[in-house]
């Protein structure tokens, strides 16, 4: 999520959603419609609002509280209904239903603060806040059962990744793939797939990074926008945390944490790799099928949802990419892939 100071400029769909939003809240007798504020946006169609809470309905529910505004022809907030029960067990911080109108796709939740991750990491505060996030993490993955979440199959991992050559190398390269370069990715994805696939599973939030985390007073981080959650890789909340498309760390820091979240997680029974260089190197190619799909998705943004500053995050994902795929043969086609098609693309075009 990106913090905004100002009101969204509103389409006329979106100005009746908010005149919708205000009535619904009128009902609830438990804030003041009228305090309506932004409080943050994300990549999707969702909006979200902070609201000041009665005087009478104040303590328990803080002095303010959280509207999703989740629009039901592009969003379901079901999911994210159902998340919060799993995740939000002893220990870990998610934000509390407050109310629900599902058929509106409005949802009133407890407000988890404005200070992110992004905003306050610093080289002396890194170690305590990943520690903490860590974690929570593994309280997450604790409590882990097949059947609960959908699960991470291959189709959907194979169909992230096609979301590179469709969006990152096709629409903002301006490159067609070759029938032999096209066989070179395809045997990158498969390297990725098959170690990936032979990952024990776990609860995956999908998107356990810095912008999605809150420095919170008490039982830190907090934790949003788990909806797209699933049954999948152990590995994937590891490198979307400490392999942040937002922020970056030396590898020598990474490994550091990887390493103590490996020996927390084995002491705690979760199913790692009991070696711990294979462990890396799960990481690493679990990292890698995450920065391809993100490749193909801010471009996306770019280009179809008029969402130009992803963009500027393009350059960190690949120094990720190009660096862990020089490191195993199977993965370094992808890098003499790359530099043909940045080598010889027209000049980018970025919509703004």
Known sequence: MSLQ?????????????LNLLRAWLTTLHLVQPETIRPASADASFRRYFRVDVLPSSQGALGRTLIVMDAPPQQEDVRPFIQVAGVFGVKGVSVPSIVAQNVAQGFLLLSDLGSRTYLQHLTVDTANAMY????????????????????????????????????????????????????????????????NILAQQQVYVHRDYHSRNLMLIDEGNPGILDFQDAVFGPITYDLASLLRDAYVQWDEATVLDWVVRYWQRAKQLGLPVNPDIDAFYRDFEFMGMQRHLKILGIFCRLNYRDGKALYLNDLPLVLDYVRKAANRYAALKPLVRLLDTVEGTAPQVRYTF
């Open 5 to 17: 100071s100002d009101l969204p400029c509103a389409s006329a769909a979106a100005d009746a959603r």
């Open 131 to 194: 520690t903490e996030a860590l974690e929570a993490l593994i309280k997450i993955q604790l409590q882990s059962q097949p059947g609960v979440l959908p699960e991470y199959d291959r189709a959907k991992l194979l169909g992230e990744m096609q979301l590179f050559p469709q969006w990152y190398i096709g629409q903002h390269l301006g490159h067609t793939l070759s029938d032999v370069q096209t066989a070179q990715l395809d045997g990158v994805f498969e390297a990725l797939l098959s």
